[in-house]
């Protein structure tokens, strides 16, 4: 076989060798914190050019287990009741209006996943109602695996957990405890695996030289449009600029959600752990991010599904 002919076949090779790749299938249900899966997983997997994924979410704002299984309920008794946003084309329904049996029946998926809303995560009372949440997915998917992700502690800044007076009593580290306790619990009960995105965060924390540090609220006052305070250290929480009511702007902060760079790890973090690859297996990187700064992130990712317990 000469050279034009032998690459020719490993062309047809590789094409068969994707297109024969299955496709896995992921249902979330969540909140805003699964709803940021969905701005880079999509593409490292696609980057990847071996792997297949369809990914789909059941998102209500700061959604608890309590309520989700709440709205469940209340679209039992009312099927018009369709309170959830989707990613997902359903019979041509607005995104917007969908309900949670709508999208456990939408497919034969593969995984299903769960989380507590932040604000409850540190608590262990509130994941009483994550027996009646799993009973629901079982009823409608009882061959999918039911896989808990993992959320994260918040900004250090964050009122709720800012030294010295935190107003939930306890500090960053003290609510990344809680949480991973709670969740360790729960997938210890049953079984399930745990997608690591919250120890990523706390590996990136611990490896970052230039840590974040909460600012001076007189510096902060002094500071006029673009500029704002520093926000390196930290790849949860961003300040912007916001204009009030009455006209004026002024510096907000969210010390809650993933950054840009939040969102890439944790992309990072779901891509190792669904497909069982490394950091070196993800080619796609965002603009914003530089490729030295993808890898770093890429690598603790790696770190935290291997070392996570």
């Not at 600029?241 to 760079?261: E, P, Q, Y």
């Amino acid at each position: 076989m000469n050279l034009k002919a032998f690459s020719l076949a490993a062309v047809f090779l590789l094409a068969a060798a994707f297109c024969g790749a299955e496709e896995l299938k992921v249902l979330m249900i969540g909140n805003s914190f699964s709803q940021s899966v969905l701005r880079d997983l999509p593409n490292i997997v696609k980057a990847s050019g071996k792997d297949k994924l369809k990914l789909a979410q059941a998102m209500i704002g700061g959604c608890s287990m309590q309520r989700h299984c709440a709205e469940y309920r209340k679209s039992e008794a009312a099927p018009a009741h369709r309170p959830y946003w989707t990613n997902l084309n359903l019979d041509n329904r607005p995104k917007n209006k969908v309900s949670l049996q709508d999208l456990l029946t939408a497919d034969q998926w593969d995984i299903v996943t769960i989380q507590q809303a932040s604000h409850e995560s540190w608590n262990p009372e509130s994941f009483r109602f994550a027996e009646e949440l799993i009973g629901m997915i079982r009823r409608h998917q009882p061959k999918a695996e039911i896989v808990i992700q993992q959320t994260w502690s918040y900004r250090a800044d964050d009122p709720r957990i800012m030294l010295p007076k935190p107003k939930w009593g306890f500090d960053q580290n003290g609510m990344y405890e809680r949480l991973t306790n709670n969740y360790r619990v729960l997938a210890g009960k049953h079984g399930f695996r745990i997608i690591p995105t919250g120890f990523a965060v706390q590996i990136v924390r611990e490896k970052t030289a230039d840590k974040f540090k909460p600012c001076d609220p007189a510096v902060r006052k002094a500071l006029n449009p673009p500029d704002l305070p520093k926000q390196a250290g930290d790849v949860v929480g961003k300040f912007y600029w916001i204009k009030r009511r009455d006209g004026m702007l002024h510096i907000d902060s969210d010390t809650i959600h993933l950054n840009r760079r939040g969102e890439y790890l944790q992309g990072c973090v779901w891509y190792i752990f669904l497909f069982k690859r490394t950091a070196a297996d993800i080619k796609f990187v965002p603009k914003s991010i530089s490729d030295p700064d993808a890898r770093f992130l890429a690598e603790c990712a790696e770190e935290a599904v291997r070392s996570f317990k």
